[in-house]
């Protein structure tokens, strides 16, 4: 396809289970974003990667929370050990500006649910 | 430090009727200024985008926004409402930080329209 596609779309977690969540970017983006979206809340940053190098992580609540693009094209964020609190949609986005003065494109995000 | 102010969580018109969603920003250096939307169960989509060319902007199915620098200001309007209007919409602020310009977002404004 030629959109951002994430996968899985919906995920239920026990607490205290690990999870991966993946993003695959429109080919060719430079930028790639991670947001978090709680429910009646808008996007939260979480994380930013320029091509394979994280810029940015200053939006991650905590070090359960980890992020990867090795090869600057797939990402992977992974939470470690969810908690209740991690319950939310995860979206990526990304876009051909090296930085996040340009459009985003979003996928439709992943909805995980920690129990 | 950027932030966003989105008024008002959810705004109520008549199909035909002006539409008028408020942002409010707050940025240190000039922003990039942007109003996604999102439709139940997909992606944020771009609607328009301001990057200091010109201070109205037009974006896709009829709407535009105002940039407002002494007010600090984007605010969204349609002339006449239509019934598929109806979504999510966000505005958000990009301005640069350490050299990276990373979007923050509103709370968001849900439109309802109706007959």
């Known amino acids: 396809g030629a959109g951002v596609s994430q996968s899985p779309r919906y995920k239920v977690a026990k607490r205290g289970q690990d999870v991966a969540l993946r993003c695959d970017p429109i080919?060719?983006?430079?930028?790639l974003f991670w947001y978090q979206q709680a429910l009646g809340q808008g996007p939260e940053f979480l994380t930013y990667?320029?091509?394979?190098?994280?810029?940015?992580k200053s939006g991650l609540p905590s070090d359960r929370f980890f992020a990867e693009r090795p090869e600057g094209s797939v990402s992977t964020l992974k939470i470690q050990r969810t908690q209740q609190e991690d319950s939310a949609v995860y979206l990526c986005?990304?876009?051909?500006?090296?930085?996040?003065?340009?459009?985003?494109?979003f996928g439709e995000g992943s909805r995980l649910t920690v129990l | 430090a950027q932030s966003v102010t989105q008024l008002g969580s959810h705004v109520s018109v008549s199909e035909g009727a002006l539409v008028l969603l408020r942002c409010n920003y707050s940025s240190s250096v000039p922003p990039y200024l942007f109003w996604y939307v999102q439709y139940p169960n997909q992606g944020l989509q771009l609607l328009l985008k301001?990057?200091?060319?010109?201070?109205l902007v037009k974006g896709i199915n009829g709407f535009e926004a105002e940039f407002k620098k002494s007010e600090t200001s984007f605010h969204l309007t349609k002339p006449s409402a239509h019934m598929s209007d109806a979504a999510e919409y966000f505005c958000a602020v990009s301005s640069s930080s350490g050299g990276s310009y990373i979007p923050t977002f509103g709370r968001g404004t849900s439109l309802i329209v109706h007959p």
């Open positions: 986005a990304s876009s051909l500006a090296r930085s996040g003065g340009g459009e985003l494109f």
């Open positions: 080919s060719g983006h430079v930028s």
């Open positions: 301001y990057t200091s060319a010109a201070t």
């Open positions: 990667f320029q091509n394979e190098a994280q810029l940015d």
